[in-house]
C-alpha cells in the first residue's frame, strides 16, 4: 500500500495532484484544512490536504534484504513502500500519519481493546479461583491469542454491533486475513481494514450533465423515507448555488401533501412546477422544458409489494427514458431494516437501473446498512441526507466517513 500527502488551493486540486501522480485508482483517506509552512504560513490562506492511498498489486515474496524504501526519491516521483516483515518499521513511522487520519478512531478502538482484555483477564481470574487454581494453572486451550487476533476480533464485533450484516463482515476479516503475515501492528490493520472498506464503497457518479436537451432525473422510493424534501435539497443546489435553469415535475398524485410540498419549494425556488398525472403529461412537460438544464421528478411512494403500482412506475419510468436522457435514484431510509431494504432494492431493480440515496441518517446511531446495500445490489451511494432543513442536511456520499461511524459505533 502506498500512503501519501498532497496540498493544493481547494480539495480539488489537491485530489487532482493525487490522481495525477498516483492514478485514477486512489483512495482518498482523509481531508483536511492546513498551514503553509514557514512565514508565508502566518499571513497567507489556508491548504487543503489529502492523504492518499494506493494499493499496489502484489509482488512476489523478496528476500528481506532486498526490501527497501526509497528514501532518496526526486520530487515529483513516487515513494513506493513495500509491506513485509522488514517493511514494519516504516509502516510504524506512517502510523503518526494514519492515526491523524482516521481522527479519534484508533484511540477509540484501542481503548476498547484495552478494556476487552482487561474483562477477560478479570473473568479468567475470578474463574480460577472458585475453582482452585491459579491463572498460570490453565490449560493451554484457554490460553489467549495473540494480540492481532484479538484486534480482528474486536473490529469485528464493531462492525456487527454497526449492523453490518455477518457475511460482509467475515467477508472483510477473510480478505485481510489471506493478504497479510501474522503480527502486524495494530495501527496497520485498523489503516488496511479501513482502507479496503472504503474500496468496497466506491464512487458513486452521481447527477451528471449533457450536452443537448436537460438532464431528467427521476427520483423512486417507497412512502416516507423523505423524496420530495431531498429533491427539494438537490434542487436548491442546483438553482441558487450553480444558478441552473430547473424544472420541477411530481407523479405522487396519490398523496396531495406531497404536491403542495414541491409546489412550495418550486415557489420559494422561483423554478416552474407540474403535476404529472400520465405517462404522456411527462413527454410533454419534458418538451416544454427542453431548453432546461434539469427536469427532476418525483414519484408515487408506494409499498414495494403493490405489483400494480410497481407496473405503473415501470411504465412511467420507460416514457421517460424515451423522451430524454434519464437517471434514476432510489431513496431509502437508513432506519430501514436490513431485510426490507433487500426486497425494496430488488423490487425497484425491475423498474430500472439506479444509484442509490439514503436519508435519515440523524435519526439512527448504526450506519451498516449503507455498506449492506452497497455490497448487496452493487449500486453505487450518490448522497445522504441528515435532517429536515433545506437546502442544507445532505452531501454527497462520503465513504470515509461513513467507516468511521461503522468502525466506532458511534457519531463523528
Known amino acids: ?23 485514477s485508482g486512489v483512495v482518498i483517506m482523509n481531508v483536511k484544512s492546513v498551514k503553509r509552512k514557514g512565514i508565508a504560513g502566518l499571513f497567507g490562506a489556508k491548504q487543503m490536504e489529502v492523504t492518499a492511498a494506493l494499493e499496489e498489486e502484489k509482488e512476489p515474496q523478496r ?40 481522527d479519534s478512531l484508533q484511540q477509540l ?16 481470574s475470578s ?16 490460553e489467549e491469542a495473540s494480540e492481532q487476533e484479538r484486534f480482528i476480533k474486536l473490529l469485528y464485533n464493531t462492525m456487527l454491533e454497526s449492523e453490518v450484516d455477518e457475511k460482509y463482515a467475515n467477508q472483510i476479516v477473510d ?44 427520483f423512486m422510493g417507497p412512502t416516507g423515507v423523505g423524496k420530495t ?62 431548453d432546461f438544464d434539469y427536469i427532476f421528478m418525483d414519484t408515487a411512494g408506494h409499498s414495494h409489494q403493490n405489483e400494480e403500482q410497481l407496473e405503473n412506475m415501470k411504465r412511467m419510468y420507460e416514457t421517460v427514458r424515451e423522451a430524454g436522457e434519464c437517471q434514476t435514484f432510489l431513496v431509502l431510509s437508513a432506519t430501514t431494516k436490513y431485510r426490507d431494504l433487500c426486497r425494496i432494492v430488488s423490487s425497484y431493480k425491475e423498474i430500472a437501473d439506479y444509484q442509490l440515496i439514503f436519508t435519515k441518517l440523524d435519526e439512527t ?7 449492506n446495500l452497497k455490497l448487496f445490489t452493487d449500486t453505487p451511494i450518490a448522497f445522504v441526507t441528515y435532517g429536515q432543513n433545506v437546502p442544507n442536511d445532505i ?18
Open 229 to 290: 424534501t431531498t429533491i427539494a435539497k438537490i434542487a436548491s443546489g442546483y438553482t441558487v448555488g450553480e444558478k441552473k435553469q430547473v424544472a420541477l415535475l411530481t407523479a405522487d398524485t396519490y398523496r396531495i401533501a406531497a404536491v403542495e410540498q414541491l409546489r412550495t419549494y418550486a415557489n420559494i425556488l422561483e423554478v416552474p412546477f407540474r403535476v404529472i398525472y400520465t405517462p404522456e403529461e411527462a413527454q410533454e412537460a419534458i418538451r416544454e422544458f427542453r
Open 109 to 124: 478502538l484501542l481503548n476498547r481493546f484495552q478494556q476487552s482484555e482487561a474483562e477477560v483477564r478479570e473473568a479468567l
Open 63 to 102: 528476500p528481506a534484504q532486498n526490501v527497501t524504501a526509497r528514501s532518496s526519491a526526486q520530487p515529483g516521483r513516487r515513494e513506493d513502500v513495500f509491506v513485509s516483515q522488514t517493511a514494519v518499521n516504516a509502516m510504524n513511522e506512517s502510523s503518526q500519519n494514519i492515526e491523524r487520519k482516521l
Open 175 to 218: 480478505d485481510f486475513d489471506r493478504a497479510n503475515k501474522p503480527e502486524l501492528p495494530i495501527d496497520y490493520i485498523l489503516s488496511d481494514v479501513y482502507q479496503k472498506m472504503i474500496l468496497k464503497f466506491g464512487r458513486a457518479e452521481g447527477i451528471t450533465p449533457v450536452e443537448n436537451g436537460p438532464r431528467i432525473v427521476l
Open 1 to 23: 500500500m502506498i500512503i501519501k500527502k498532497f496540498t493544493g488551493k481547494t480539495e480539488e486540486d489537491a485530489v487532482d495532484a493525487a490522481k495525477k501522480e498516483l492514478g
Open 395 to 412: 452531501e454527497q456520499f462520503n465513504p470515509q466517513k461513513v467507516v468511521k461511524q461503522i468502525l466506532s459505533t458511534r457519531a463523528l
Open 365 to 371: 446511531a448504526t450506519w451498516g446498512n449503507l455498506l
Open 127 to 142: 474463574e480460577s479461583q472458585e475453582e482452585g487454581k491459579l491463572p498460570e494453572e490453565l490449560p493451554e486451550e484457554q
